[in-house]
Structures are given as structure tokens and as C-alpha cells.
């Protein structure tokens, strides 16, 4: 009888220690483990917290009442490389190293310096385990701005943005390795999506992970940039029945997706919807893994968007009212093309359901993550740690102005001062084209440009322009185009 009970003690005990095993993380680093889910041009309008109708979004609604949406949060421009660029180096548009997108030979964009100290590299060097998995766009494979060089242990995805523009790609890369999807035939058939091949290995490094040290998850999506086009599954079903249509027709699978482009597309607006509803889906399988690994209650999940909603391949976001009321869309500098969805959770930390109007930046993102890993952002950035507003502190520091410029279309400038928002169009060509005005809260839509009743305040914020764009051999922007 002694015996019997002794073995089953014994098996108690080792039972209580496995489980001590798989629940608990490094007990002498208590820091929390960060995932960054960026979207690709989602705009402030296409979520279900901030209006949208016609499209079910539960995962992120869930999230958002897990934790705290920023009401007037903006991405570094409003193109995808620059916008990356500043989220990962601290430094707003007139700074950061990366400010268009550049395409290099034979696959990939310009790529960031060695010399720039991004936010993974810090993370990395505080003794963080980092990975990256979906679309780089900040250098090529074995160049100086790969991201293996630039603090991420892991990739897995996109490395260049040109190839992203297509959902089932001849091939993906998997760190230094090139990863041929053998099914998608050189982009002659469709079978292997890539966005679930993605989550599949990001759902994978979260089980693999290293139990000893906290990680930074970074997951740039896809969805929902163009093109429009997802698995012919359930979710598409759903959404056939809830439009009227017009097909779009564009470069299809085949000789046609040589050319570039997008392909065609016989359901553009259930696509779109499905596109975003997957991109929900993906949102709550990580956080149900993150639940099923006991790392909810010390993990900041952080979710976003790239820039404003884009309008090519067939995309509608009128109809969606993507841009949620703001004006502007993907290339504007007004509200639509740079405001985001931003929602935070870091359960126990952040009150939950609640709103924050701090104005903030992807430039705010560096500081803010070096001081969860507790040691000290670089000086030469523009950014502002918001863990004081996480963290539901009244001592939050703010910006005296936020910048943002745009190298295409004749160049675009925007600066926001309080409420005082001041666009310049044409600013390259130009650059003493007039600046237009707006008051953002009287007229958040940027519908009334008052710069000749304010002729001295859109002067002033014209100074703070010119002095906040630090001219780019690389990158070059005023006159440009002359």
C-alpha cells in the first residue's frame, strides 16, 4: 500500500513539474513579449470598431475590447517601404533612411543602411528573440538591408513588396534560403496561398520559441493590398451573396501575371470582404495561441495598418467606406492616407474597452518597445515612447508636431500641430506652392481649407515643414521632378 501511494506521488509530482514547465516562462525576466500585426493598406474604415458595416471583423473586435484603440494614431507615410522604414527606425519621413519604393535588380527595394539602428536590433541586443513572417520591402536577400542583418533571427515570407503583389507567388524565402512554392507553377496555377503558408510558420515560432527569453513577433500581412483574391472557401462563399457586382479584369495567372499588375477578379467587393475577415482570422488564431501557450497575460499584442486603403485592382473603397469618413485614400497625406486602426492589449496593463486620443506615430514605436526591454532608444530620432498612455499614466510626453512626406505624384508634404493640419501638394515641383489649412477637430475630414483665414499659422506650420525634411542623396525630394 506505502508503495502504491509512493508511485503515485511520484507521478504527481512529475506531473505539477511538467506543467511548471510549459506554463511558465523564464521566472528572472519578467519584460513582455511584443507582436506587431501590421496590416497591409487597411484603412481606418474597414474594421467593425471604427464603423465598418459590411465586414466581420470578431478576432480584432475582440482584441480591441481586451484592450485600448487609439483614436488618432498615424502610419510613417502613406506608401508601404517609407511607412516600414519609419516604424522600424524611430525617425519620421523628413528622416528615416528609406522614403519611397525603390525597386532594385534582381528582386527586392533599395535597402537600409548597416549604419541605421533599427527597432529589432535593439530588441535583439536586450536579449530578445525576434522573427519576422510576411512582406520585408527594406532590402534584398544577402544586401546590408536583408532582414537576418537587421536584428530579426527568423524571416520567413515576401522579401520584396513587387512580388507581394500576387497571393500565390512561384516562390517565398525562409531567411537566406529561397523557398519554391512548386505548386503555383511559376505563376501559372493558383493552389498555394501564400498569407496561410505565412501564418502557418508564424503559428509555428510560437510553439518553437525560445522558453528562456521573451520574443518580438513582427508580422507584416499581406491582406487585404491588392490583389484581390483569396481561397474559394467559406468565407468567400459568404460574402458572394451579400453584393452586387462588377468584375474587374486584370493581368490573370499565366503569360498575363509576367506583365505585372493584378489578376482579374469576378467578385471584387466579397473578396475584399473575405480578405480582411482572413486577415481577422489569422488575428484570432494568434491570439488563441498565445492562450493555449499561457503567454495571454505577458504578451503586448499590438494591431495596425501600413497606410489608408489602397484603389488598385478593382479595390472599392467607397463602398466600404474604407477611409471610415476621413478623406483621402493609399499616396494621400491627408486623414485617409495615414490615420490607422490602432489597437493595443497587455492583459492586466492596459485597461481593457477603453479609447486613448493620444496622437502618436510609427516613429513612437522604437522608444516605446526599447523601454519595455528596459534599456535606452538612440538619440537621433523623432519618436516618443507611449508607455505612460499604455500603461494608463496621465504623465505622457507629446509631440509639439507630427511630420510626413511622400515622394510621389510631384511629392506631398503634411505637418499636424494640435488640431492645425497643414498639407502641401506638389511640394517637389513646387516648393513654394501655398499650403492648405484644416482645424482636424471642426473638420476631420479636411473638407475646408482655412489658410487664407489663418494666413499666419499656415506660415508657421509651412516653416516647420521646410525645417523638418533633411534633403536625401538617396532620396531625393525637392524638385525632383523638374
Known amino acids: 500500500m ?54 466581420k471583423t470578431p478576432n480584432i473586435d475582440k482584441l480591441a475590447s481586451q484592450g485600448v484603440c487609439f483614436t488618432q494614431f498615424y502610419a510613417g507615410t502613406s506608401v508601404c517601404a517609407p511607412s516600414r522604414s519609419s516604424l522600424l527606425t524611430g525617425q519620421h519621413t523628413g528622416h528615416t533612411y ?47 538591408g536583408d532582414p537576418n ?84 472557401d467559406s468565407i468567400l462563399a459568404y460574402y458572394k451573396k451579400q453584393f452586387n457586382e462588377k468584375p474587374y479584369k486584370g493581368n490573370d495567372y499565366g503569360v498575363e501575371a509576367t506583365k505585372g499588375g493584378y489578376t482579374s477578379q469576378e467578385y471584387p467587393h466579397a473578396t475584399f470582404a473575405a480578405m480582411v475577415s482572413r486577415l481577422d482570422l489569422y488575428v484570432g488564431q494568434i491570439l488563441e495561441k498565445l492562450k493555449q501557450e499561457g503567454l495571454d497575460k505577458n504578451t503586448l499584442v499590438i494591431f495596425t495598418s501600413d497606410n489608408g486603403p489602397h484603389i488598385e485592382g478593382g479595390a472599392d473603397p467607397v463602398f466600404f467606406n474604407s477611409g471610415g469618413g476621413f478623406r483621402g485614400v493609399k499616396r494621400d497625406l491627408y486623414e485617409g492616407g495615414i490615420r490607422e486602426p490602432f489597437i493595443a492589449r497587455w492583459t492586466n496593463v492596459i485597461k481593457p474597452n477603453s479609447q486613448s486620443n493620444h496622437i502618436g506615430a510609427f516613429w ?12 535606452k532608444a538612440p ?35 503634411a505637418i499636424r500641430q494640435g488640431n492645425w493640419k497643414a498639407v502641401k501638394l506638389n511640394a517637389a515641383v513646387n516648393p513654394k506652392n501655398e499650403v492648405e489649412l484644416y482645424d482636424l477637430a471642426k473638420d476631420p475630414a479636411e473638407s475646408k481649407n482655412i489658410a487664407k483665414q489663418f494666413p499666419e499659422k499656415a506660415k508657421e506650420l509651412e516653416v516647420l515643414m521646410n525645417s523638418s525634411h533633411v534633403e536625401s542623396s538617396l532620396f531625393p525630394f525637392v524638385n525632383q521632378n523638374k
Do not use: M
Request: charged share 20%; with cysteine.
Open 98 to 144: 528609406i522614403r519611397g519604393n525603390k525597386g532594385v535588380d534582381p528582386e527586392g527595394q533599395e535597402p537600409i543602411a548597416d549604419s541605421v539602428l533599427t527597432v529589432a536590433e535593439i530588441l535583439q541586443k536586450a536579449g530578445y528573440q525576434t522573427a519576422a513572417f510576411g512582406k520585408w520591402g527594406l532590402g534584398s536577400v544577402g544586401s546590408e
Open 149 to 232: 542583418k537587421q536584428g530579426f533571427d527568423q524571416f520567413f515570407g515576401y522579401n520584396c513588396q513587387t512580388l507581394a503583389h500576387r497571393y500565390y507567388p512561384n516562390h517565398l524565402w525562409e531567411n537566406g534560403q529561397k523557398i519554391v512554392l512548386e505548386a503555383n507553377k511559376n505563376l501559372i496555377e493558383n493552389k498555394e496561398y501564400a498569407p496561410d503558408i505565412i501564418q502557418k510558420k508564424a503559428l509555428e515560432f510560437v510553439d518553437n520559441r525560445a522558453k528562456d527569453k521573451p520574443f518580438f513577433l513582427f508580422l507584416p500581412y499581406i491582406l487585404p493590398h491588392a490583389e484581390l483574391l483569396v481561397p474559394n
Open 379 to 413: 538619440q537621433n530620432i523623432d519618436g516618443l515612447s507611449f508607455v505612460p498612455t499604455l500603461k494608463g499614466n496621465k504623465t505622457q510626453a507629446k509631440h509639439a508636431y507630427l511630420y510626413w512626406e511622400f515622394h510621389e505624384n510631384g511629392g506631398k508634404q
Open 2 to 55: 506505502k508503495k502504491v501511494i509512493f508511485i503515485a506521488a511520484l507521478l504527481f509530482l512529475q506531473t505539477i513539474s511538467l506543467l511548471a514547465q510549459k506554463n511558465k516562462e523564464n521566472p528572472n525576466d519578467t519584460r513582455p513579449n511584443i507582436i506587431f500585426i501590421l496590416a497591409d493598406d487597411l484603412g481606418y474604415g474597414d474594421i467593425a470598431i471604427n464603423g465598418q458595416k459590411l465586414i
Open 364 to 375: 513612437d514605436i522604437l522608444p516605446t518597445f526599447a523601454e519595455l526591454a528596459g534599456v
